[in-house]
């Protein structure tokens, strides 16, 4: 017997924010993503999903100023800056009961978007539980970075270890306890990083691990425990994707999930109902072919948002 599905998300008002910049990034192009995602048809597909769409435009921030490192931060001031935005911004919706989607720009933005929806579940006393879908942990800190580029830090940074300023972007440090996190899809981990991303024991479900049990089993086990007292934050990023089907991403690693893998991790993902917030993050169509990344993206967010077959429809209808 199968009970009624969960609702598909937390919010049936969907707002779109776009955050141009790749200041975090160790390539340019990512500040190109959120037109990108939009040409691709992204508020289409979520209203075809029966979501009503907000498109808030794009944030506003500095330039990219394309320096050095200093004192192991590439533009650290600016991406302070940027994620001051973004954190604001999606703050601001969901005190709305809205459902935001970051459209990046690097994945430094991430340390914006999830310290505010950690903000707002300490006020609403919810649960928080993070996917982070990802070819990288993104666990590097100033000591262990090789490049100094922050958007292989955001997770660090909400963990707590970090310059100041960004671990406190949501008023409390660290927004984020490791365990509240499950990172999918890991494949690239600096050597200083994988013996801290072990020391604070964080749930990685690399693809060697999805190799050996499947992306079912790696999904069923970073969902479990959620209840309706829990907001679900997904912070994918392009790069998760194997290279083959998604090349629009400045640091591409073979090896990823393939189409069918991703779109099951989606589908389960809309299964729990319980989806409260969006990052989509590392699109660079300067990299890509057509915008096949971006559509594919887009693709996969219909079923983020519950798009699904005719095939498992009839399969459900018949087990009840």
């Known amino acids: ?16 924010i776009g955050a141009p910049t ?17 040409v691709a048809g992204l508020a289409e597909a979520l209203q075809a999903q029966g979501v009503r769409v907000l498109d808030r435009g794009n944030l506003h921030g500095p330039a990219n100023p394309w320096q050095p490192a200093q004192d192991g931060y590439r533009h650290l001031d600016e991406v302070l800056a940027w994620n001051r935005a973004v954190h604001e911004a999606v703050h601001a919706e969901l005190q709305q009961g809205h459902l935001p989607v970051l459209l990046g720009g690097d994945h430094c933005l991430a340390m914006g978007s999830i310290s505010a929806v950690a903000r707002h579940c300490r006020a609403t006393g919810q649960t928080l ?94 969902l479990a425990g959620l209840d309706a007292n829990t907001h679900l934050h997904v912070s994918f990023d392009v790069d998760f994707l194997d290279p083959d089907i998604a090349p629009g991403v400045g640091t591409t690693v073979p090896g990823g999930p393939t189409y069918r893998e991703a779109q099951l991790c989606m589908e389960m993902i809309a299964d729990t109902g319980r989806l409260g917030s969006l990052d989509i993050v590392e699109l660079n169509p300067a990299l890509d072919e057509r915008n096949r990344t971006a559509r594919l993206a887009v693709d996969l967010v219909e079923s983020l948002f519950g798009k699904s077959t005719l095939m498992r429809e009839h399969q459900v209808r018949r087990r009840h």
């Open 22 to 38: 790749d200041v975090g990034a160790g390539a340019r192009g990512a500040s190109m993503g959120p037109e990108a995602l939009r």
């Open 129 to 222: 539980r993070v996917l982070w879908l990802d070819a990288h942990a993104d666990f590097n800190t100033s000591e262990l970075t090789p490049s100094g580029n922050l958007h292989g830090m955001p997770v660090a940074v909400l963990c707590g270890f970090g310059p100041q300023a960004l671990t406190h972007l949501g008023g409390t440090s660290p927004a984020l306890h490791p365990s509240q996190v499950r990172q999918i899809g890991i494949r690239s981990v600096d050597p200083g990083e994988k013996r801290f991303v072990h020391a604070q024991r964080l749930e990685v479900y690399d693809m060697r691990y999805i190799d050996e049990m499947g992306m079912r089993h790696a999904m069923e086990q970073a």
């Open 1 to 16: 017997m199968i009970t009624t599905s969960m609702p598909t998300t937390l919010s049936n008002t969907v707002a779109l």
